[in-house]
Every structure is written in structure tokens, then in C-alpha cells.
């Protein structure tokens, strides 16, 4: 599943299929996104002709419509990653810069499961999924104002000018709900459910997080003044699991965000539009994914 628009996605298949014969393999189907179909329908429709494997190679769009496309199926997913932050890639593990040596983790690799996000916009009753990471809030805002000209230039570094922007920003008050517990009050800056630990630059927001434990760590950030972010980018850089002054961290399997005026919404950075109300779940182990040596 290549998407096309993606420069280093170029050769991609070929590779691929070179593989597949090296490995006495069958050949490769090869299936292209587009803008009205992202993945999700070609994925599940792979796994229902038979396809035991399917290969995402794209940006973390991509991803996150096949592994939707692959949920319940028993076909498993691999990555090629060629997008801007390759958020699962991160995670698990996978070259981000050598599509060579992702192509021979993806035919080689060992399987492991996965948990798949969902998510709820609003009063819309669909689910969006993400892998990684669900944000509302100033989060959200950073990823909207970042330039796509400039992610496809310098790729990750892009975010950096409009989250020190976002950085100064006042809070907002939310009310959070956590499974079946009472509402609370929260005055927060951004409130995020992570089903992974790690984002780009060696930061870890939620260092406990695990990939297939059918929980996610919900990450209510209070920070109010340019001081108070010290502490949390510590607890980034340093890995603490502890709580810091502006950061708080539970786990729970649901999620539930309301908020008196529309936020912008992210999911696996891409921006979903703003709601006024986000109600986040988890499916454990939804699927496999391709990752590491066997």
C-alpha cells in the first residue's frame, strides 16, 4: 500500500518485490492511496482476497487507514516509513532514514500485537483511529499551524517554531472523564491519550506506555507560564514515569474531553478539524504489526 505523494516511497515497491523473489515468495500486489481513499478499504479488502501480510508505506496517515482497514482481520501490518515524524516506526523500533533495511524488517520480521485507537469527533459517530497518540487542545493547534511546505523540506524540525509559539499560549478549561469515573474540571493546555510512549527528538510522554495492554495513558497538561514547561521537558527527555508539576498522567481504556468552545483535534498528527467534544477508546491487540528481528 504505497502512497504516492511521498518522494522516498519512489522505488519502494520494486524493492519489495525484489524481496518476495529473493524469499521464493509469491509477487507483491501493489495498491496506491489516494485523497478519497486513504488505505482503509484497500487494506481490509487485501486481507479478505487472502493477504496474510500488508505493507503501509507512507507517513503516519497511511498508517493509521491500514492498520483501520486491518483491525479483526488476522492479516498483519508492516511499515516502510517515508513520512515527516513516523510515529509507530519510532516506536517500534524501525529504520526511519534506510527504506532498504525497512523493506527487510517488513519481509523478516517478527509479529507482535498492536492496540488500535479510536476515536470519536464531536457528535459524529464515526471512529477515527490512531496507533500513537490522540490530542485536543494547543497540541492539536501546533500540528494545524505547522507549514506542510516546510515539513516536506525538513520534515520533523518543522513543529518547532509553532510549538514554541503554542508554548505561550493560556490554557483552556476542559471537563475529563476517565472510563466509567465522575467528570473533572481541568484547566489544561492540551489533554492527550497515548497508546505509545515515545514522539520525535528522543521525547518520551508517557515512558510507561505499552503497545498492546489495551490502555492508554491520558496526559492532562496544565502548564500556565513559559517556567512551568522545565519540569515536563524533563520528564520527556529524562524518561520519568512520576508525575511533575504541570503534567499529570492515568491510565484508562476510554476517554471522554468536552470543552465550552471548539479545540483542534490531532490524531497520529494529522489535524482532524475542532470539536467541543472528544471521546476516545481502545481495541487490545486489534492487529499485528511487523517489528524487530525475529
Not at 500500500?1 to 515468495?25: F, H, I, L, Y
Not at 498508517?63 to 483491525?71: K, N, S, T
Not at 503497545?211 to 507560564?225: I, M, Q, S, Y
Request: hydrophobic share 45%; glycine share 12%.
Amino acid at each position: 500500500m504505497v502512497n504516492p505523494s511521498k518522494t522516498r516511497a519512489k522505488g519502494v515497491a520494486d524493492r519489495v518485490a525484489q524481496g518476495c523473489a529473493e524469499r521464493g515468495w509469491p509477487e507483491p500486489e501493489v495498491l496506491e492511496t489516494a485523497v478519497d481513499s486513504t488505505g482503509r478499504d484497500q487494506a481490509a479488502a487485501a486481507a479478505g482476497a487472502g493477504a496474510e501480510v500488508v505493507l503501509a508505506c507512507g507517513g503516519d496517515g497511511t498508517v493509521r487507514a491500514v492498520a483501520h482497514g486491518l483491525a479483526g482481520t488476522g492479516a498483519a501490518m508492516a511499515l516502510v516509513p517515508v513520512g515527516t515524524a513516523n510515529l509507530l516506526a519510532h516506536n517500534l523500533g524501525l529504520a526511519t532514514r534506510d527504506t532498504g533495511r525497512a523493506v527487510d524488517t517488513a519481509l523478516d520480521g517478527r509479529r507482535r500485537p498492536l492496540d488500535l485507537g479510536l476515536a470519536r469527533l464531536g457528535e459524529d459517530g464515526s471512529e477515527h483511529p490512531f496507533v500513537v497518540l490522540a490530542g485536543i487542545g494547543h497540541d492539536a493547534a501546533t500540528v494545524a499551524d505547522t507549514r506542510d511546505d516546510l515539513k516536506h523540506r525538513i520534515g520533523w524540525p518543522a513543529y518547532v517554531t509553532p510549538a514554541a509559539r503554542h508554548a505561550l499560549r493560556r490554557p483552556v478549561p476542559v471537563r475529563v472523564r476517565l472510563d466509567d469515573g465522575p467528570a473533572r474540571d481541568v484547566v489544561a493546555w492540551s489533554v492527550l491519550a497515548a497508546s505509545c510512549g515515545r514522539v520525535r527528538a528522543g521525547v518520551q510522554i508517557a515512558p510507561g506506555a505499552l503497545l498492546d495492554d489495551g490502555l492508554l495513558d491520558v496526559l492532562e497538561v496544565t502548564v500556565a507560564r513559559p517556567v512551568g514547561w522545565l519540569p515536563v521537558a524533563a520528564k520527556g527527555v529524562l524518561g520519568l514515569r512520576r508525575d511533575v508539576p504541570g503534567l499529570r498522567t492515568r491510565r484508562a481504556a476510554e476517554l471522554e474531553v468536552t470543552a465550552d468552545q471548539p479545540l483542534h483535534v490531532q490524531l497520529d498528527g494529522d489535524i482532524m478539524g475542532r470539536v467541543d467534544r472528544l471521546r476516545v477508546r481502545v481495541e487490545r491487540r486489534a492487529i499485528d504489526v511487523v517489528g524487530g528481528a525475529r
